[in-house]
């Protein structure tokens, strides 16, 4: 089978196909036939040795594919993000991929396969955070920071879904499904949210930007709000007021999506098919590639000036 592979850190050019073995699955494993793999941002970051992932290596998160496993799981569409997968184990970035049983949820019947890859890394990430993490209860206000990147728009998504109302921050002009929509380069941030709000602040933000941008998105919380950590750029360490943050009795809550497991992910990914089956949540917009082009394909990712979702097409 043809399979992507990286054998140094690098740039998109590290990567090349190789011809490898068709996998074998083991006992409580199924094969899966690879559709559609996408690309994320964590896979160009791992591909650069970003978390060292044991080489060589195939790269990818995201699928969409067919079980030809026999037995229960036989002929059904599959859509997952697996645990490990291009770090601690080969990645779904190939043709064919086995995995646990138990792992396994099956794709929205309204999305093709290459809709369906879409989904994995930003959406598994806004749900563990929000739902899991967070709480969210309709009818609350919650504050997005990083609105416009893949993680920010699915988040908005899933917080109008569950009835609640959200306030967008992002750097750009681009449009932006929240209701309310601050442009941290010309606006006064925190006043913004507070002028949104009758000046009580967001009762749940969303941090998906961190460095210099932390401390004011915990200025715009109400009292007893509570704050989402998903990264930090630029900086990894940050600073705030500690009188402030207690006199407030603000939470701060820090999500890593890389330690949930196979089965929490399938369980994230069958709540979600609801809503994309619903129509309540609508899949992010992509670019498909062979997957003989994926150096190209992961060069468009790196150079972040696209926000469409790359996907291969690994048939």
């Not at 990147?149 to 750097?171: S, Y």
Request: proline share 3%; net charge neutral; glycine share 10%.
């Amino acid at each position: 089978m043809k399979t992507l592979r990286f054998s140094e850190y690098g740039q998109a050019d590290v990567l090349h196909i190789e011809e490898t073995a068709k996998p074998v699955p083991a006992t409580g494993e199924v094969l899966i036939k690879i559709a559609a793999a996408a690309i994320n941002p964590s896979d160009v970051k791992n591909v650069a040795g970003l978390f060292s992932a044991r080489l060589p290596m195939t790269p990818g998160r995201d699928f969409a594919g067919t079980v030809e496993s026999a037995g229960p799981w036989y002929g059904k569409q599959v859509w997952g993000s697996g645990a490990g997968f291009g770090i601690s184990s080969d990645g779904a970035q190939r043709e064919y991929i086995t995995m646990p049983a138990s792992w396994l949820s099956e794709k929205p019947a309204k999305l093709t396969m290459a809709e369906a890859a879409t989904v994995g890394v930003p959406y598994v990430t806004a749900w563990a955070t929000l739902m899991l993490a967070g709480q969210l209860q309709a009818d609350e206000t919650l504050l997005v920071n990083g609105c416009t990147g893949a993680v920010g728009r699915a988040a908005i998504q899933l917080a109008h879904w569950k009835g609640a109302r959200v306030i967008g921050i992002g750097r750009s002009d681009q449009p932006c499904a929240a209701d309310v929509y601050i442009n941290a380069r010309e606006q006064d941030v925190v006043a913004g949210v507070k002028a949104a709000t009758d000046g009580l602040g967001a009762d749940i933000a969303l941090d998906a930007v961190g460095g210099n941008s932390f401390e004011t998105v915990l200025k715009c919380l109400r009292r007893g709000g509570r704050q989402l950590a998903i990264t930090s750029t630029g900086t990894a360490q940050v600073s705030f007021n500690l009188l402030d943050f207690y006199h407030q009795q603000l939470q701060l809550i820090g999500v890593d999506t890389m330690k949930l497991t196979g089965t929490d992910i399938a369980a994230i990914l069958d709540e979600l098919r609801y809503g994309f089956d619903s129509g309540a949540l609508q899949p992010q917009s992509h670019h498909s590639w062979n997957l003989a082009n994926a150096q190209q394909a992961y060069a468009t990712v790196s150079s972040g000036k696209n926000r469409q979702k790359q996907i291969l097409l690994c048939q």
